[in-house]
């Protein structure tokens, strides 16, 4: 596949409601939409950084710069075969997982496009819909929460995730599960919490929940080994692990249970698989994590999360739960049994809405051979 040219776009696109973690508060997602041109057809990948350092060192200030300089220059007129091509080219650029991933999300999407495969086909899914759930931020108080998980469980969601952080955990947690005590629940700390200061949260292992995502420090393996010792509960570990070795080293620890997988915290879907097939091996469970994509890494997820490994509910709601208009013309919407349907198209299956995309645009920059 001769890449032609790169098109990038920097997206701002407004929340249908704040959402608040450990980080900070978001009114409106940034992301870049990234769109490649190769023998007459485009594809579209996203790169989900965001304004601002919060969830990951990268911004889209950052992915902007490492792709136009450096990811770009090396793709540019060059025929690259397919992922495997592409993280060998890029392998020497250290770190930058999420801008490496959307490059890499464009390239399944426009060989799936030459190749009339569906991204679910090229990955090996196996299922037609998956699982989902929602991801709750924080609310103003424990009953503001309880009001906002019964309007999604009326929606049909039929797992719920809060976030919490030292403050905001038990009290928060214990009104959902009083309120639902019948509901698959977990938490997502978003590293807040350390090995001194985690006992405050140690009631959180009566309220029988799923899973405890990423509770201690994002660059932390070993305490997360020590902190699983004393639960009974799942740790899940999501910031920690950036590459399948890590995956690898925390299994091993026994520094957590469970792995939530992201194509973009991990550098892309080969990578997100390459996780996936290890844990299978090893029969731990996987599900996939979401970065409130617009409909293009929606669909990605979808994909992913339709292989066999992803057994617990995937951070992938339907569109309305995000954005009350999307860059894609399909929207996707949840079923009555709290899925949603993987996207059977070639590529990714969607197609960007032009005239959405220029409203939500911040700066638009096309990139070609020297
Ligand atoms: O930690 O899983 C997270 C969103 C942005 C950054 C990090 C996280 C999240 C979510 C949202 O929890 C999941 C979704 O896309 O619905
Ligand atoms: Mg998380």
Aim: a negative charge; aromatic letters at 6%; hydrophobic letters at 40%.
């Amino acid at each position: 596949m001769k890449l032609d040219s790169i098109t990038l776009h920097q997206l701002s696109m407004p929340l249908v409601s704040p959402f608040e973690t450990s980080f900070g508060r978001s009114v409106d997602r940034e992301c870049i939409l990234i769109s490649i041109q190769s023998e007459g057809l485009t594809g579209v990948g996203e790169c989900v950084a965001d304004r601002d350092p919060g969830y990951s060192y990268e911004t889209t200030g950052t992915a902007w710069h490492i792709l136009k300089d450096f990811i770009a220059p090396l793709l540019l007129g060059q025929n690259i075969k397919d992922a495997a091509d592409f993280q060998s080219r890029v392998a020497h650029i250290r770190g930058h997982h999420l801008a490496k991933a959307g490059v890499e999300m464009a390239i399944w999407d426009c060989l799936g496009k030459q190749q009339h495969r569906s991204l679910r086909e090229m990955l090996g899914g196996i299922h037609s819909r998956v699982q989902v759930g929602v991801s709750v931020g924080l609310q103003d108080s424990p009953a503001v929460l309880v009001e906002t998980v019964r309007k999604y469980l009326e929606a049909g969601y039929d797992r719920i995730k809060i976030k919490i952080k030292p403050g905001r955990d038990v009290g928060d947690a214990s009104a959902v599960r009083l309120a639902f005590p019948a509901i698959k629940l977990q938490v997502d700390a978003n590293s807040s919490y350390t090995l001194g200061t985690w006992e405050t949260m140690k009631p959180l292992d009566l309220l029988n929940l799923l899973l405890i995502e990423q509770p201690l420090n994002e660059d932390d393996i070993w305490d997360h080994r020590i902190l699983q010792k004393q639960l009974r509960t799942p740790i899940c570990l999501d910031e920690s692990i950036l590459t399948p070795r890590h995956a690898r080293y925390a299994l091993e620890m026994g520094a957590c249970k469970i792995i939530n997988i992201k194509a973009g915290r991990v550098g892309g879907l080969s990578q997100g698989i390459a996780i996936h097939d290890l844990c299978l091996q090893r029969n731990v469970p996987v599900w996939c994590g979401g970065m409130l994509e617009t409909g293009v890494g929606r669909a990605s997820n979808l994909a992913l999360a339709s292989l066999p490994g992803f057994i617990l509910p995937a951070d992938i709601s339907a569109s309305d739960r995000y954005y009350a208009e999307d860059i894609t013309r399909e929207r996707f919407t949840l079923n009555p049994d709290s899925t949603i349907d993987v996207p059977t198209g070639p590529g990714l299956g969607i197609s960007v809405d032009q005239n959405a995309l220029k409203k939500y645009t911040l700066a638009e920059l096309r990139l070609e051979p020297e």
